[in-house]
């Protein structure tokens, strides 16, 4: 898929926002990239490389401890089989969005499997997208939708 790509960091403006880098801080260092990430129709994968890598949600509502406190977790898993956890091949970030904008990026280490949980307030509404970077297979794209 076509972005607009941080040359520092490797954040990917998915709001189309050329300013400032979020992550980075650095200003105007985007340039747009033919093949930015990879977006697959979660449905139709066939191949071993699409099983690792695509994020998989789990939208789970919770109940917080006083009134008021409720909360929405997504969860999210890094590929239909598990992805290797090696230093010489492993998920380095899981990078989170809300309806284009960037809310967080979490960084992994090489030798935890590639999990990450966003914690929204009950009420959210829109689509949770994830773009996760494999330091072998590159940048892979989903997203779901909270209502
Ligand atoms: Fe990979």
Redesign the pocket.
Known sequence: MKGLVCKVCGYIALDGNREQCPVCRAKNVFEDKEDAYKMTDFKAISGETEK??IPSFAVVRKRGLIPGADYIDVRVKIGEIL??ALPE?H?MEIAFYIDNKFVENIMLTSDINPTAVIRLKDGTKGKVQVIES?N??GKWFNEVKVE
Request: proline residues 11%.
């Open positions: 690792k890598h992805h290797p091949h998920i494999c072998v297979h």
